[in-house]
């Protein structure tokens, strides 16, 4: 069965760096998504991404997080100068066609120093 | 109001049990409804979208009630392997073509021997 593959599954960072999280969605897929979890939380939307373009983004999703789809497979999230807060677990989902399932990546483990 | 609001837990079931759960949610805009499980520090994963109809997938059945925005769950004949937590999902669409899952924050089953 395809599946959504992230990489890396641990990033470990220092306060103030920037950190990349990478995602290879299913390949028919046309929606992305990123969310992340805290520990202990539940499950938070950050962005949606179609068609080349942000369609909707969540409050947690400032001037220092960004998107991108660089070629015509990975879909990544930048956050350029990490806070102690951003440590969390980042998952990347995609979907086939409106109302369908999003499915999920295995996330990456972000941990900021 | 909770967006989505889930009784946390823990539901601790001998296997062999029938266990219900029940979620409830505020935005009468929201258009999809899945149930997801998650393992513990893994991804969420489909466990079944929600239909008005109500709908079954082998001990798995789910119902949908719109006019009360209210969502169950019920699993019969309990597994050990069924102990996760259940995710209540909300998908909202919005106007400008973007949409989200809204999570709840899950209610944790362990089955027992």
């Known amino acids: 069965e395809p599946e959504v593959t992230q990489t890396p599954s641990h990033q470990v960072t220092q306060m103030g760096q920037e950190v990349i999280l990478r995602c290879v969605p299913i390949?028919?897929?046309?929606?992305f998504y990123w969310y992340r979890q805290i520990l202990g939380q539940k499950v938070e939307f950050l962005v949606s991404?179609?068609?080349?373009?942000?369609?909707?983004k969540s409050e947690i999703f400032d001037d220092q997080f960004s998107v991108e789809r660089p070629d015509g497979s990975n879909f990544t999230l930048k956050i350029r100068s990490t806070k102690l807060e951003d440590s969390a677990m980042y998952f990347c989902?995609?979907?086939?066609?409106?109302?369908?399932?999003?499915?999920f990546g295995d996330g990456t483990r972000l941990s900021i120093l | 109001r909770k967006e989505v609001e889930q009784d946390p837990g823990p539901f601790n079931v001998p296997e062999g049990a029938t266990v219900a759960f029940n979620c409830t949610y505020s935005?009468?805009?929201?258009?999809?409804f899945f149930w997801y499980r998650q393992d513990c520090r893994k991804e969420p994963k489909l466990l079944m979208s929600?239909?008005?109809s109500g709908n079954e997938d082998g001990r798995f059945t789910a119902q949908l009630n719109r006019a009360s925005q209210y969502i169950s769950l019920l699993i019969r004949d309990s597994k050990l392997s069924d102990s996760a937590t259940y995710l209540c999902?909300?998908?909202?669409?919005?106007?400008?073509?973007?949409?989200?899952?809204?999570f709840g924050t899950g209610t944790q089953l362990k089955v027992e021997l």
């Open positions: 991404f179609y068609n080349n373009e942000i369609s909707e």
């Open positions: 999902v909300v998908n909202i669409d919005f106007t400008g073509g973007g949409n989200k899952l809204t």
């Open positions: 989902a995609s979907m086939q066609a409106g109302n369908q399932p999003q499915h």
């Open positions: 929600v239909y008005s």
């Open positions: 390949s028919n897929h046309l929606y």
């Open positions: 935005n009468s805009a929201s258009q999809s």
